[in-house]
């Protein structure tokens, strides 16, 4: 069993400890034990004439609550035990945002970077091909996750109507907006950490949103990580003038670094320009080096390991699990950690950061934004009726603040970490409705 699938159902046990107490033998095990795991290979036929398949999984861990929702990544590490993790994880996270979903992941093992956008799509196609009994508005509701984006979501939501002979828009959420997508669906997770952390540092923190100068790190730089640093630099949606200084950001290539905070927008504005022009990708540190001289002053190169371990206030993984683990836990310095990645803080590492007083704002909560934002989407596309952004933004924090304001009462009341105390409320939530449905 990988480690990351060991600690998601070791949390749960801990959890049912605190929130099942008795009578909870039957409920858990029914609960730790996904629905159905679809495993398969798509055969994508390559630009070059020839054949390769992908291995390929769906994994659909529980809908008490609702159909099963969740992203598709792809990722040439990615595995059935990851992906069970992460349906699992999400099971929680719908739980604990209060929409009407359960838990689902999918994947494929592929570096995207890798295809053709021919080569991309077909895989993408085949992908709604390999699951299309099993999905559907009202069964399981995918989106895009690591690897994947609305380009991707728009492929397989036709490919989905294509083969359902109509068009359903709802089979599919985080698409474009042009393409009955939602307007801040995109930064709908990083939005939703805003306000988590907002929340936590008007509330708990020691930390003053008063200060006019709480640095951030950022590690990765992809939807979430680049909308959170941008929502950092102007404290929220669409003002500026922010109590945040972003000092750090890290992409699979490197990190950069500047004391004096970093031009998120000027750096964005650089990648899409190179985007646009035609090239597959511009990383953070050829961004920087293409500055006009006089911009590039105060800036230093740093890799990953050496983001993590800034002293800044408030530090965020925003890429994969794993990334905080009992190896470099000792060289944490941050006050507090927003877990906008999925299982970015090993168990191991848990404990370590406890001992060091360094609190840890958990995935369940830190980015279900974007479970929230996809609920927003799916409404909208059963309806045919569509919100505009100020609109979708005012509903999300409404749904956060509720959420974070539900971990903060139980954390209170069981006297546990913010971890144990939403997975807690979490498994209360979902384990409450197995028994009112009497599958248990």
Known sequence: MSTFLK????????????????????????????????????????????????????????????????????????????????????????????????????????????????????????????????????????????????HVMAWMADEFSRLSGFNVPAAFTGKPIEFNGSKGRDASTAYGGFVVLREYLKRVSDLSLLSQDLTCAVQGFGNVGAHIARILNRGGMGSFGSPFRVVALSDSKGAIYNPEGINVEEIMKIQQEKISSGEAHCSLEKAIRIMPEKTREGYAFLTNKDLLELEVDILIPAALENQITFENADGIKAKIILELANGPVSEEADKALARKKIEVIPDILANAGGVVGSYFEWVQNLQRYYWEEEEFFGKLDGFMTSAFRGVARARDGYKVSWRHAAYAQALENVTGVMKLRGWV
């Open 7 to 150: 600690n998601t159902l070791t949390l749960i046990d801990e959890a049912a400890d605190i929130a099942l107490r008795q009578n909870q033998g039957d409920v858990l095990t029914k609960f730790k034990t996904p629905d159905r795991v679809l495993e398969f290979e798509i055969p994508v036929h390559m630009d070059d004439g020839s054949e390769r398949k992908f291995s390929g999984w769906r994994v659909q861990h529980n809908n008490a609550l609702g159909p099963y929702k969740g992203g598709i990544r792809f990722h040439h590490l990615s595995t059935k035990e990851e992906v069970t993790a992460l349906a699992t994880l999400m099971t929680l996270k719908t739980s604990l945002a209060g929409v009407p979903f359960g838990g689902g992941k999918g994947a494929v093992r592929v570096n995207p970077r890798d295809l053709s956008r021919a080569e991309l799509e077909r895989l993408s196609r085949g992908f709604v091909k390999a699951v299309f009994d099993h999905i559907g508005p009202e069964k399981d509701v995918p989106a895009p996750d690591v690897g994947t984006n609305a």
